[in-house]
Every structure is written in structure tokens, then in C-alpha cells.
């Protein structure tokens, strides 16, 4: 019978004891007993405690193996040397979430079959995009994404849309073939994402470009452990580690978000 308890062993100790007071000869198999439950207890204790360390080294090295594997297939571990806190939840990923939702909902009508006049125009070129792009290498791929979307022409939302700030669908951006800034960094982001790149190597950047003098989005890729900015206004995709002019605030993809500071 395993023994998990040290008082579980002073009680069948004790009990054999009173057991066999009244037969001399019984003292030393009471001993025995209580002595035989120690070393039991022992036992299992050294071997519970063994298991627990194995299950402690086999996590670890699982942990470490999984940062490995996330590192080789691209994850941003850092965005423009800032520190970043990954949270569930935040007031900032507001604009975004809604984008998410809308998105959606077009690609849903479009699918049926009723799609409004702006989202078949804008797919229609959208599907035209992605299908030229199909089949390339990945650097190309975002070299080619960067130029086709900054070709297009910005326009500031009040303007576009009559509004302080809305974030278009991609369809509803070709559709107008202009746009601001979120708008070109999104549309980045889900044609990278349509053409096979996973969220790991993506991120859409919300910041403020000092170069610029205000608020500014783009978008961030990884290929082989090399981070890139795509940003309107350059065809040429920039290392995020020669850019030293745009501060994070925070970043997204469809599922997590993060809120930057700048490294102390």
C-alpha cells in the first residue's frame, strides 16, 4: 500500500505498537512495519520529486525549442528596438478590431454573391493583384505588394470619407484608389496575408514618425529573420534596423496586439 504521508506512517507505527504490547515478541515487528513505511514513504517522495524535475527540464526545453522554431519562422520578437508588452485587450486596437469586423462581413457578401458596387470593384482588382503575385518568392512578393499599393494616391480621411479617421478594407481602397495611411499599411497586410504569409511575420504599425511630425501606420514583414518596413511614399522596403525616425506606439495582427516604449 503506498504511503503519500509522514503521519500516515506514525500512525501505522503507533498502532502496531499498542497492538503488540501485550506480546513482547511483537515489539521488534512493530518496528519493522513503522521502519518498513518510512522507507516506503521515502521511496515515493524521491520519486515524485524526480518526476517533477524531468517535467520542469521537459518544459523548459519545450519552451526554448518553441522560441527557436518561432524565431526561425520569422516571429517580431522586437519592433524598431522598442519594448513591447503583448496585451488582450486595448483602446487603441479599437479602429482596428472594427476593420477586422468589417472586412469580414464584405468578404462574406462577396462570396455570396452580394457584394456591393465598391467591394466588386475593389475585388476585382484585388483578386487581380493577388493572383499575379501567386508562386513568387517571399521577398518579391513584399517588393511588389509595397509598389502596387503606393501607386495609388493619399488622401486624408476627411476628405475621402468625411470623416476625422476611418480605416478602409482593402476593397474599399481600390475601389477609390486613394486613401491615408492606415489604409495603404492594411491593405500591405492582408495581401501578404493572402499570399501565404503567416501573422508571426506580420505586423501593422501604429506610430509617430518624427520625420513626419505627426501619426503615422505602415507595415512590417520578416523573411529569414530580416524585419522590413513597408512604407508609403518609398518603393524600396526599408530594414527596420536602419530606420531610426518612427517611434512604435503599438502593434496588431488578427489575433494579439502590443503597446511599445522606447527601450530605456
Known sequence: MPIFHCGVVRL???????????????ERTSYISGQRALSLFRA?????????????VADFSDAAAGERASAAKGDVVSV??????KVKKSKSFTRWDTLL??????????EKGRGRINEKAGSKLWLELIDS??????????????????????????????????????YQFLSRAKGDCEDFAAAKYFALRELGFDASQLRLVVGFDRARGGAHTVTLAVV???AVMLDIGDDAVVEVANVTEFDPLYSVTESAGWLHRKAA
Open 80 to 85: 524598431f528596438g522598442a519594448k513591447q508588452t
Open 101 to 110: 469586423k468589417r472586412y469580414a462581413k464584405q468578404e462574406a457578401r462577396l
Open 224 to 226: 529569414d529573420g530580416q
Open 133 to 170: 503575385l501567386q508562386g513568387l518568392d517571399q521577398v518579391t512578393q513584399i517588393q511588389k505588394v509595397n509598389s502596387y499599393f503606393n501607386a495609388l494616391t493619399y488622401q486624408s480621411d476627411a476628405k475621402n470619407y468625411d470623416t476625422e479617421d476611418y480605416w478602409a478594407t482593402p
Open 44 to 56: 515515493v517522495f524521491l520519486t515524485l520529486a524526480l518526476a517533477l524535475a524531468f517535467c520542469f
Open 12 to 26: 501505522l507505527a503507533s498502532v502496531g505498537v499498542r497492538h503488540c504490547n501485550e506480546t513482547n515478541s511483537c
